[in-house]
């Protein structure tokens, strides 16, 4: 069974993909989106593009009034494209700039003000119920709190998690190029200290009820992908396929 085929439900498919940072939310559940010919949502790019409006604009980010009112009136674009997501403020292409580790370092301070929680959460509902050109067959949206506060209904929920030497490795990598103990050390603020601060708001180390637990640790991208793809035609279609052999080989619980 191919994994379009869970494309056979009548109304648009919302997989939910929540984890720490590290954990290959982002990369895994764009390329899920891609083979499935879903849009993809990255939460965390709306987190991190109200920071960097933030910053520009001056407010002070310690400010939690004003910098909830700036988000309110935040001119965001997302585009859910996952052959070509981007990010964009008021016109302006930020898809780099949110990225930066200036942004990384602060953007829990934005992220954890309730009140630029309930604008963005009204802003990623109303993205994932959207689709793109007048055609929706379902979005595949990630974070942290999608499977538990943005989108619990959801079709397939999913935790993805990895131990945080494995995130750290990855992360490292992605950043300096190598997981060396120097790189590992300078990305440490990045995602320990991060997640910490992150997870005084959200729960995305526990998986809720009813939500899949799937621990990348062990495997490559590939391999994760495809456990995801088989989760996903699991519980949709109720069948198994062969992708679930990944899934039993340890990572699914
Ligand atoms: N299973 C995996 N094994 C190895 N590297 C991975 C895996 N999943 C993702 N990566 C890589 O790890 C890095 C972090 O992944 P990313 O998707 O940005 O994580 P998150 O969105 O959870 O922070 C990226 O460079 C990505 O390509
Ligand atoms: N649904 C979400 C998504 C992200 N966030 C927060 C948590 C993170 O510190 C920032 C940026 O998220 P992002 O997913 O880009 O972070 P990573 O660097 O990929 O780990 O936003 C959140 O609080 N809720």
């Given at each position: 069974?191919s994994?379009q085929s869970?494309?056979?439900?009548?109304?648009?498919?919302?997989?939910?993909?929540?984890?720490?940072?590290?954990?290959?939310?982002?990369?895994v559940?764009?390329e899920?989106?891609?083979?499935?010919g879903?849009e993809?949502?990255?939460t965390?790019?709306m987190?991190?593009?109200?920071?960097?409006?933030?910053i520009?604009s001056?407010?002070?980010l310690?400010?939690a009034?004003?910098?909830?009112?700036?988000?309110?009136?935040?001119?965001?674009?997302?585009a859910t494209?996952?052959?070509?997501?981007?990010v964009w403020?008021a016109?302006h292409?930020v898809?780099?700039a949110?990225?930066e580790?200036?942004?990384?370092?602060?953007v829990s301070k934005?992220?954890?003000?309730?009140d630029?929680?309930a604008e963005?959460?009204?802003r990623?509902?109303e993205l994932i119920?959207a689709?793109?050109?007048?055609?929706?067959?379902?979005?595949?949206?990630?974070?942290?709190?999608?499977?538990t506060?943005?989108?619990?209904?959801?079709?397939?929920?999913i935790?993805?998690?990895?131990?945080?030497?494995?995130?750290?490795?990855?992360?490292?990598?992605?950043?300096?190029?190598?997981a060396?103990?120097a790189?590992?050390?300078a990305?440490?603020?990045?995602?320990?200290?991060?997640?910490?601060?992150?997870?005084?708001?959200?729960?995305?180390?526990?998986?809720?009820?009813g939500v899949?637990?799937l621990?990348?640790?062990?495997?490559?991208?590939?391999q994760t992908v495809d456990?995801?793809?088989?989760?996903?035609n699991r519980?949709v279609?109720g069948?198994?396929?062969d992708?679930?052999?990944?899934a039993?080989?340890?990572?699914?619980?």
């Amino acid at each position: 069974m191919s994994a379009q085929s869970v494309l056979t439900e009548a109304r648009p498919l919302v997989i939910a993909v929540d984890g720490p940072s590290g954990s290959g939310k982002s990369s895994v559940s764009k390329e899920v989106a891609r083979r499935l010919g879903l849009e993809y949502l990255d939460t965390g790019a709306m987190y991190r593009a109200a920071t960097w409006s933030v910053i520009e604009s001056g407010v002070d980010l310690e400010d939690a009034v004003k910098v909830a009112e700036h988000v309110r009136n935040l001119d965001l674009t997302m585009a859910t494209d996952p052959s070509a997501p981007g990010v964009w403020v008021a016109g302006h292409d930020v898809n780099e700039a949110i990225r930066e580790t200036r942004i990384s370092t602060v953007v829990s301070k934005v992220a954890t003000n309730l009140d630029v929680r309930a604008e963005l959460l009204k802003r990623q509902r109303e993205l994932i119920a959207a689709g793109r050109d007048g055609v929706h067959q379902g979005c595949v949206a990630e974070g942290r709190d999608i499977t538990t506060v943005v989108a619990p209904d959801a079709d397939v929920r999913i935790l993805l998690t990895a131990s945080e030497e494995a995130r750290l490795a990855r992360r490292s990598k992605e950043l300096h190029g190598n997981a060396d103990a120097a790189s590992v050390e300078a990305t440490r603020d990045q995602i320990v200290r991060r997640d910490s601060d992150d997870s005084t708001v959200s729960n995305f180390e526990v998986a809720a009820d009813g939500v899949l637990h799937l621990d990348s640790s062990a495997l490559d991208f590939e391999q994760t992908v495809d456990a995801v793809l088989a989760a996903i035609n699991r519980i949709v279609t109720g069948s198994v396929t062969d992708l679930d052999e990944h899934a039993r080989a340890g990572a699914v619980s």
